[in-house]
């Protein structure tokens, strides 16, 4: 399954739009955010799904620039966006966090050491979670499958919080 396949079908099905303006749609959603999408690959993709006839491509004469390529998506492109959305809403869910790594090794360091990582850890836990939501109050007016993901991201943080109290507790006990 290929995330960026899917948001790349899921903006031009909105509208059709150019490279440029896909990769200004990923920025302004802060897509990268909440899924595994480079901005710098994104015309890469845009070329490679058009290749495959997910899209296709009309030449519009610029004003003050060059002439510039409009995708749009066809029907294969919509049919191999339902089945990337049926694959993914299918699939399993990985929950990776790079400080796990940190927590399988906790046990090789001093305990001072130790818990002083688990602070940091919670630290950065917690500014993750302030930001998040002051990027949910300043992206108040988007629509309700945007603002959701915030939400999801807050009963996250709140949940890694809470676990990672508990492990605290049970690592200082052992």
Known sequence: MSSIDLVILGIVLEKPQSAYDIQKDVEYHHLSR???ISVPSIYRKVLQLSDKGYLQSDIVKGDKFADKAIYSITDQ???????????????????????????????????????????????????SAESNEGYAREFADIP??????FE???LLYRALLEWLDHFEGQFLEE
């Open 152 to 154: 999801q991201q807050q």
């Open 34 to 36: 909440w899924t595994k």
């Open 77 to 127: 492109g919509r049919a191999y966006f339902k089945e990337l959305m049926a694959s993914c809403a299918a699939g399993t869910v990985p929950l990776l966090f790079d400080f796990n790594v940190v927590i399988t090794n906790l046990n090789k360091m001093d305990k001072a050491e130790a818990l002083e990582l688990v602070s940091t850890l919670r630290r950065s836990i917690q500014s």
């Open 144 to 149: 309700l499958v945007g603002r959701t993901i």
